[in-house]
């Protein structure tokens, strides 16, 4: 539709997962009216990000040295591990404030429908990880889709038989949800996830 740089820009901004065509636009046309000062500290930090930023060599999440901040932290226990896809699941985790263990990250879930499979993902550093004896529980906190699921259930035959304790996050009704809006699945995990109550 436009010519030259701006639809070039428009075009990569569109590749952006979450960005759609009229969102890549108005994107565009942002940078376009900003002052070039903070365009600059734009490009500077999508430059910095991509020369600095790697993965921990432990764990899988995004650091800036060959280890993260929380596999250098020792006050985080080695002995549990918390599995999860993404390195933004680690941050949703940290924000609770509840876990003081270590993270693994995947790199994704199994879905064959886009060709993604176990080898594809960091499960084999994780069996690597467990070896030593060290961790005795992994918590499996994958996403509740199919996806999700699926992975969980792999990962769960190749751990029960090494002897760890093996748990999966409890899902089930949202904090403020309504009853009648829940869906099967959904009510069906609040079942089996129920816990007793004391006085």
Not at 67 to 79: E, G, N, T
Not at 172 to 198: C, I
């Amino acid at each position: 539709m436009y010519e030259g740089a701006i639809q070039d820009l428009v075009d990569e901004l569109g590749r952006l997962p979450g960005v759609g065509p009229k969102s890549a636009q108005r994107i565009a046309f942002h940078i376009l009216a900003a002052d070039p000062a903070d365009v600059r500290r734009l490009a500077d930090a999508l430059s910095e990000v991509k020369a600095r930023v790697r993965f921990c060599e432990v764990c899988g999440n995004v650091a800036q040295e060959p280890r993260c901040r929380i596999c250098r932290d020792p006050r985080r226990s080695p002995a549990v591990v918390c599995v999860v896809e993404e390195p933004k699941d680690v941050v949703a985790i940290e924000r609770t404030r509840e876990f003081r263990g270590t993270y693994h990250v995947l790199g994704g879930a199994i879905n064959p429908i886009a060709g993604v499979g176990p080898d594809d993902l960091r499960i084999a550093q994780l069996m690597t990880r467990l070896a030593d004896g060290t961790v005795t529980e992994v918590i499996l906190a994958t996403d509740p889709n199919v996806e999700g699921e699926a992975t969980s259930t792999y990962l769960a035959r190749l751990l029960v038989p090494m002897g760890l304790t093996v748990s999966r996050l409890a899902s089930g009704l949202p904090v403020g949800g309504d009853l009648e809006y829940a869906d099967e699945v959904t009510l069906g995990r609040a079942f089996e996830g129920r816990r007793r109550l004391s006085a």
